[in-house]
């Protein structure tokens, strides 16, 4: 996937790094309430499958092909959640 494949993320400052993650799913509900899932949890103890926003710190954070700096305004760190 690239960024180019996931909508637009209008939230993406109260995202975190999520919002430009090559794990992360967003995913609306029937109730249009917006969840952000991270797929890397089903294989990684370290991780939540729904973390808790904004997520500025991640272990398991990998920039999606064509994500900038700009899209969460935080410099990816590494460390737990
Ligand atoms: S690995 Fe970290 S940054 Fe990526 S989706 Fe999961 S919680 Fe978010």
Known sequence: MTLE?????????GVGLCATCAHARRVTS????????????????RLTRYPRLPVLR??????LAGADEGRTGEEPR???P
């Open 30 to 45: 029937a109730r249009r309430s917006v969840f952000w899932l991270c797929e890397r949890a089903a294989t990684d103890p």
């Open 78 to 80: 590494e460390g737990r």
């Open 5 to 13: 494949d996931r909508p637009p993320a209008p939230d993406a400052a």
């Open 58 to 63: 991640c272990p398991g954070y990998e920039r």
